[in-house]
């Protein structure tokens, strides 16, 4: 047997749900392959014979692994998303070591070589964290600088990686985007070309107090006194299917190349107060000294999962999804309807196809045989379609490209020149189902005619026969993840499955358990006014039931919604509209969710109870990553804990800002506890959290109105459409915090004092979980304040701490436990103090990886990986001596 495909134990694990980007790379040779065992926090690796690949052992590496490259047959350096770091490993001897440990910024998701010798390393990472340089204490992060990229590419010589414990970068390049994401190399490698994860499709919105008053009648006005003119009302429907009134709402509009418009055509340039230049693809040079950005390609796609290079044309080709979100409405499509629908139609699955030599780009539908008026589609039309297309891979010759749909379970196999000039039509039998599920990369090893496929859903290494199109084996991989994670996640992300026409899934605007940084208007003009029993902090103001057509709201995380209450942006999806049911549970919350598969997917029933729950399970697994603003060790600095004193004690109206926004660690509350309150203009909304407030910053320029009447100049180029509050209409959080309803009485200074507390908000995990240090005997001098920060965090309980070295030609794991000393994985060995650890690496010439890991995950990370009673190195040795387990 391979591998244990499941732990015994896995209450340890925590889902972070990250995104794969790369997670499979074969050796220059071709005779070995890695896989990244995101969820076990492992690289396995497998030697590659005419038979089959063989299980020839694995490494542990950071937490949650999801790109790989190989420098050479000896070396692979892996992408740590949750680590904020890379792992240099050194495949020269058995077992495999790591022998050094870089940082970089926060949730890196790529890395390719590039350049002469293939020497110098790309990786993409968020222009924020900890180890990053940007760490002015105002502005960390420089979360409040208007107009500048947020997607950094770190460059690093491979040969010379610097001196300093978590190496220097020869620079870190800052793309005009928001989230970076994947990495292509041109075939001579003189060129990388780096796409945005969220991009953006040049949307953003018209917040409700810029738009005339009287809807769809409306004439032109004025905004306010010599302001802005708004050339009207809401778009009709105004009201719903019984004729009440919709509430004021904002309006989403979109650049045609020409102005901001909307579905009539008319244009709100005059209060949009930025651009969107929608920056997606950018190529950089990267024999260059430093390497550097040398051009850039517009509107490729919004979200964009991979990246490749055809090897005879030097075109990139880019797997992407195209949002629809300038559309109003979900609801059923009836012939009859007079509004629009996104209803089986919200992301468009393609490849683009950019030309860096002419500059075109050519986006290319990967489902034009759906009729998007027809609903419900019929069965031969979702057998057809793709969703979610993740992983792409050329044949040497240019001409056929293999693509990983992991929202439909199969991998396409495409004729390049079809494709390139708009010829392309699908077809089932260019379609290989693959096993698991959700196949999320792919690797081609054209001598043995075989792809390589790793599968998410059930994480296993599938093998494709590529001439017969047939599988040949499916090699599961070791698992810690808990069956309430596995069971739902293929309903989560399969558009087979859960939608009509088999484009869409929940995944494909909730992006990997989070968010596609897009607002959408999902009113519904022929539902009906519901009750709203939520629990509402201070006094009832108005109409309080949730009226169907709520305008647009931003698409919000689903990492850590487990235990604040109910759903959406006005707590709409609720439990407490059923007979007995509780307004603050969340998995009922989530049970509410299950008509929008007819109503948004335009799937033809709502799931089976049995299916409906398992995907309530899996949704309240997934955990928020640690804040990459505020300090390792968990302090404020001055001005964050200025911020959080005015946030904690200052009233007004007899209440705080924590008044609603309530901060208690133990219950799981992070700004809200899952009641509700009125906001600017009225409106019953829910209390949102925090935790994520940091992700928002990027949107600069809001034109000015009788609320806010300063400060409207126009910003210029910014890289995102949408800010705060629950529409992104608020641009900045200091913004927000002007309008008359707070008071401030230091003015700005306190503002932006709760602001930096604000991006540095309280989450799940404390800062230093996931961070790292390798010590060796050349930097242990330099490493030794990073290992020390990370045992004191560790005994304030801020995390766990593990060891891993190689001792004596064997993988070692250690725990720390809370007086210091490290256990290891054998029970018959006495602990060692640090000091102690250190020196028996140093001694048997290994380095020592320390990493912060989730509170009760470490003894199953360090000592028992399957928790079945029986430590690691006491079975590896049982194993060398021949006995079985």
């Known amino acids: 047997m391979l591998l244990n495909a499941v732990a015994a134990d896995s209450g340890s694990y925590q889902n972070f749900e990250s995104h794969q980007f790369h997670p499979l790379a074969m050796s220059p040779s071709g005779d070995r392959l890695f896989v990244a065992n995101t969820p076990d926090n492992r690289v396995e690796i497998f030697d590659l014979t005419d038979e089959g690949p063989r299980h020839a052992g694995d490494i542990m590496v950071g937490l949650e692994p999801v790109a790989i490259a190989a420098r050479t047959d000896n070396e692979i350096w892996v992408v740590n998303h949750l680590s904020d770091s890379v792992s240099v490993v050194d495949l020269s001897n058995t077992p495999p070591q790591v022998r050094r440990t870089l940082y970089v910024g926060d949730e890196p998701r790529d890395i390719v070589f590039a350049g002469k010798g293939n020497n110098r390393v790309f990786i993409t990472a968020a222009h924020r964290g900890q180890n990053s340089p940007y760490q002015e204490s105002a502005n960390p992060g420089e979360l409040t600088t208007p107009g500048i990229g947020r997607a950094d590419v770190w460059v690093f010589d491979a040969a010379d990686q610097g001196e300093a414990p978590g190496g220097t970068p020869l620079t870190i390049l800052s793309l005009f ?12 490698g003189s060129k990388v070309y780096a796409g945005i994860f969220k991009s953006g499709n040049q949307t953003t919105i018209v917040g409700r107090v810029l738009i005339c008053k009287g809807g769809a009648d409306a004439a032109p006005c004025e905004i306010m006194p010599d302001g802005p003119v708004a050339p009207g009302g809401l778009p009709a429907p105004n009201e719903n299917v019984d004729g009440v009134p919709m509430p004021g709402a904002g309006l989403i509009v979109k650049w045609d190349g020409e102005g901001w418009k909307d579905e009539l055509d008319r244009d ?61 409405f979900e609801g059923e499509r009836t012939e009859d309807r007079s509004y629009t629908t996104v209803q089986g139609h919200l992301h468009e699955t393609r490849i683009t196809v950019v030309d860096p030599d002419t500059g075109a780009v050519r986006p290319r539908h990967l489902n034009p045989h759906i009729d998007y008026e027809k609903y419900p589609a019929q069965l031969e039309v979702r057998e057809k379609s793709l969703s979610m297309p993740v992983g792409l891979a050329f044949t040497s010759s240019g001409k056929t490209l293999y693509v990983a749909a992991k929202g439909s379970d199969k991998i396409a196999v495409l004729d390049v020149r079809k494709l390139d000039s708009g010829r392309y039509r699908p077809s089932k039998r260019h379609h290989i189902e693959v096993p698991g599920g959700g196949p999320a990369g792919l690797v081609l090893d054209e001598v043995r005619e075989r792809l390589y496929v790793l599968t998410r859903f059930d994480n296993s290494l599938v093998v494709i026969d590529t001439r017969g199109k047939n599988i040949q084996q499916s090699l599961p991989l070791f698992n810690p993840e808990p069956e309430s994670v596995t069971a739902g996640r293929t309903l989560f992300y399969n558009a087979f499955l859960t939608s009509s026409n088999g484009e869409s899934s929940c995944a494909s605007c909730h992006v990997a358990g989070d968010k596609d940084e897009l607002a959408w208007d999902l009113g519904n003009p022929l539902g009906s006014v519901l009750d709203n029993p939520g629990e509402v902090f201070g006094p009832l103001l108005g109409e309080p039931g949730f009226h169907p057509m709520k305008g647009p709201m931003l698409t919000q995380t689903m990492r850590g919604i487990s235990t604040h209450g109910p759903l959406h942006w006005r707590g709409d999806r ?26 948004l997917l335009g799937r033809n029933r709502p799931l089976s109870p049995r299916w409906i729950q398992a995907l309530i399970d899996f949704g309240l697994t997934m955990v928020p990553p640690p804040n990459p603003i505020r300090s390792l060790d968990n302090s404020l600095n001055p001005i964050q804990q200025e911020g959080k004193d005015f946030f904690e004690n200052a009233l007004h109206n007899m209440a705080t800002c924590s008044s609603c926004h309530v901060l208690d660690e133990s219950r799981g509350w992070y700004g809200t506890r899952g009641s509700l309150t009125h906001i600017i203009g009225g409106r019953l909304t829910k209390v949102p959290h925090h935790r994520n407030t940091y992700e928002r910053a990027g949107m600069f320029g809001r034109a000015p109105s009788r609320t806010l009447p300063t400060n409207g100049e126009h910003m210029g180029p910014q890289v995102r459409g949408y800010g705060f509050t629950h529409d992104g209409g608020a641009d900045t959080t200091i913004r927000f915090m002007s309008y008359p309803a707070f008071r401030f009485p230091e003015g700005d200074k306190q503002r932006r004092e709760v602001e930096q507390y604000l991006f540095a908000y309280e989450s799940n995990l404390k800062p230093v979980v996931g961070q790292q240090v390798t010590l060796t005997a050349e930097n242990r001098e330099q490493a030794i304040a990073r290992a020390k920060l990370l045992t ?16 004596n030609g064997e993988a070692r794991g250690y725990f720390m436990q809370q007086d210091g000393s490290f256990i290891s994985d054998r029970r018959d060995e006495a602990a060692l103090d640090f000091k102690m650890l250190l020196e028996a690496a140093v001694s048997a010439g290994s380095a020592l990886t320390l990493t912060a890991v989730p509170n009760g995950s470490g003894q199953r990370m360090a000592l028992d990986r399957n928790a079945d009673g029986v430590l690691d190195g006491d079975e590896t040795r049982v194993q060398r001596l021949g006995g079985v387990r």
């Open 177 to 188: 985007g928001d989230s970076p994401g994947p990495l292509a190399v041109s075939p001579d």
């Open 268 to 328: 709100w340039s005059d209060v949009i107060r930025l651009d969107l230049p929608d920056y997606d693809v950018f190529e950089l040079d990267a024999l260059a000294t430093p390497p550097s950005e040398t051009q850039s390609f517009a509107s490729v796609g919004t979200i964009l999962y991979a990246l490749t290079v055809n090897p005879q044309n030097g075109k990139v080709y880019v797997a992407n999804t195209d949002a629809r979100n300038e559309v109003r």
């Open 574 to 599: 609720t439990a407490g509209n059923e007979p007995g049911g509780d307004p603050l549970d969340a998995s009922g919350a989530l049970r509410q969710f299950n008509p929008a598969f007819v109503s």
């Open 792 to 807: 004191d965090r560790a005994r304030k309980r801020d995390a766990e701490l593990i060891a891993r070295m190689v001792l």
